[in-house]
């Protein structure tokens, strides 16, 4: 999700942060004072609520389609959703309001209750047209631009592996205004760098983007220039556990479970995580230790494939440490912030301290991470560490019969405006 670009607003009240679960909850029970409903363009009611909770609980939505057209459709398993962009009150999500076989999803902007200038009491939801004259990739993550009101514009980075060497990138914009999608070719400014594959995107200033691989680095956009460039952004090296866990995996799909970025008032915060490992040698057995050698196993023992074998190498794990940088997008450099070890943290336990994981920080404080931990049963903890003062600053349930276990990406942070949020019931 992409963070706020101020953790104040104009104002002066701080902006209200959420962990925002990115899969949407398939149900027709709807939180009555945050619903929306639209008829789309095929004719299918839809409706989006959303369920507001401090952290560390978990944020979401939840997403329900009637097929007027199509009633023997109308199964909750036949229904798949995902948030693929959250800015402030704006929150993008792709879904498959169609039934199952034409897989055809809709890209539709949810607008979260009260936040409107001009104080609307009421949530909205809308469609956003798909290119008619150009085919859009499958884009993970969509920037959102808010543009005034109920107005925004979206922008996805787009790798283009058709276009001349200098031209390798181009920028899809759709602006709400109009409805019109633009595209824009981009010059990459490091070709001799592998490209970028965003996972997330940032909000580093108003109308500034920045499209993160955690693999390598960021690609920034300025999109209110007349002419919109990119300029690329290198993170820190992975620690030495990591540097080869990188390479086994594809682009991206590995460094999730371990590294993350936030932009909050200007100023980058990155934070990787590494798990110790101790490599031992297995040994061979001893055979003074058996009170019968049968021959059978004597001449296994003597195989001379077996003899040629190299001993086994055995591995475990042995705590783990994170280690955070941050830097404003205009220095050319990373400062080194906290580094922290799991067993110098006070209140979190060695049985929780080893199943933690997926490391996310959090968008009003760079200093504070949200990670979480498997349990039995299908529940589990979402465990708030303040990392410069080493210490556990909240826990909080996590029900992975809910929530996907195995999605490294499960959750993101993103700020809300101020609002009376904490009072909305939370969905049981």
């Known amino acids: 999700m992409s963070t706020s670009r101020q953790s104040i607003d104009i104002n002066g009240h701080r902006r209200q942060p959420i962990l925002l679960d990115t899969n949407v909850l398939i149900t027709d029970a709807m939180n009555d004072d945050t619903v929306a409903t639209l008829t789309s363009s095929r004719g299918h009611t839809i409706k989006v609520s959303s369920w507001i909770s401090q952290p560390p609980a978990i944020s979401y939505l939840s997403f329900h389609c009637h097929y007027s057209s199509h009633p023997r459709y109308n199964n909750f398993d036949e229904l798949d959703g995902k948030i693929v962009g959250a800015e402030g009150s704006f929150i993008l999500l792709t879904a498959l309001a169609s039934p199952r076989g034409s897989e055809r999803y809709d890209y539709l902007m949810y607008k979260l209750h009260g936040y409107g200038d001009n104080g609307e009491s009421s949530s909205s939801l809308e469609q956003v047209p798909l290119p008619h004259v150009y085919p859009l990739p499958v884009i993970e ?8 009101g109920k107005h925004f514009d979206l922008a996805a980075l787009v790798v283009d592996y058709r276009s001349p060497m200098k031209c390798s990138y181009s920028m899809h914009i759709y602006s709400s205004k109009d409805t019109n999608w633009r595209v824009i070719p981009m010059v990459d400014p490091y070709p001799e760098v592998r490209k970028v594959i965003a996972t997330k995107v940032i909000t580093i200033a108003e109308g500034v983007l ?5 693999d390598h ?5 300025d999109l209110r220039e007349d002419v919109p460039g990119l300029r690329y952004v290198p993170l820190p090296a992975p620690l030495p ?9 594809l682009p991206g799909t590995l460094a999730k479970s371990f590294r993350d970025l936030v932009c909050v008032d200007g100023v980058m915060s990155f934070v990787e995580m590494e798990h110790r490992v101790i490599v031992t040698t297995e040994k061979p057995s001893d055979p003074s230790k058996m009170q019968v050698l049968y021959d059978t196993d004597l001449i296994v023992s003597y195989n001379l494939k077996d003899l040629n074998k190299k001993p086994q190498q055995l591995q475990r794990k042995d705590g783990w440490r994170i280690v955070s940088w941050s830097r404003l997008v205009s220095s050319n450099c990373w400062e080194k912030g906290c580094e922290v070890d ?20 959090g968008v009003d404080d760079g200093d504070v991470v949200y990670m979480r931990s498997k349990a039995s049963l299908g529940k589990g903890k979402m465990v708030a560490i303040d990392l410069r003062r080493k210490k556990v600053k909240a826990i909080g349930p996590y029900s992975f019969e809910k929530h996907d276990p195995f999605s490294l990406k499960a959750f993101s942070t993103c700020l809300l405006p101020p609002d009376d949020w904490r009072k909305r019931s939370k969905y049981k």
Do not use: H
Request: contains cysteine.
């Open 342 to 361: 799991a067993v110098d943290i006070s209140g979190l336990s060695p049985n929780l301290a080893e199943n933690l994981a997926s490391p996310t920080l």
């Open 210 to 214: 920045g499209w993160v691989d955690l």
């Open 241 to 249: 556990q990591n540097w080869y866990r990188l390479k086994e995996f």
């Open 141 to 148: 993550e969509f920037g959102i631009v808010p543009n005034g």
């Open 217 to 221: 680095g960021v690609m920034v956009c």
